[in-house]
């Protein structure tokens, strides 16, 4: 069973930076897409960044420049660096994972998903 545990979220005013981590255990795919996504209070769920086992990543255009995900095979964590942090950024973020080499930024196709860390940017 996948488990995913993010933290690093917190209160920054416009133009801070923070940094999201998530620590994932329990599963032994040689083929992951991990990603970050959002959900502000009325609003469905967002795409904010994917990355395959390859590497390869894929951004939603509204942070394209100020995010960057990446992760640490090694430490089997997901970061994602949030820079340039507007007070639209704000919402719930969630880590999630997704077994296979198909990498989108798509919710319904994650099947696991962490607790989520709340991001609040203040103006």
């Known amino acids: 069973q996948v488990q995913l545990v993010e933290s690093g979220g917190g209160s920054v005013q416009a133009g801070g930076s923070l940094r999201l981590s998530c620590v994932a255990s329990g599963y032994t795919y040689s083929s992951i897409c991990m990603g970050w996504f959002r959900q502000a209070p009325g609003k469905e769920r967002e795409g904010v960044a994917v990355i395959d086992s390859d590497a390869a990543t894929s951004y939603a255009d509204s942070v394209k420049g100020r995010f960057t995900i990446s992760q640490d095979n090694a430490e089997n964590t997901l970061y994602l660096q949030m820079n340039s942090l507007k007070p639209e950024d704000t919402a719930m973020y969630y880590c999630?994972?997704?077994?296979?080499?198909?990498?989108?930024?798509?919710?319904?196709?994650?099947?696991?998903w962490g607790q989520g860390t709340q991001v609040t940017v203040s103006s």
């Open positions: 999630a994972a997704r077994q296979g080499p198909w990498c989108a930024r798509l919710a319904n196709y994650f099947s696991y």
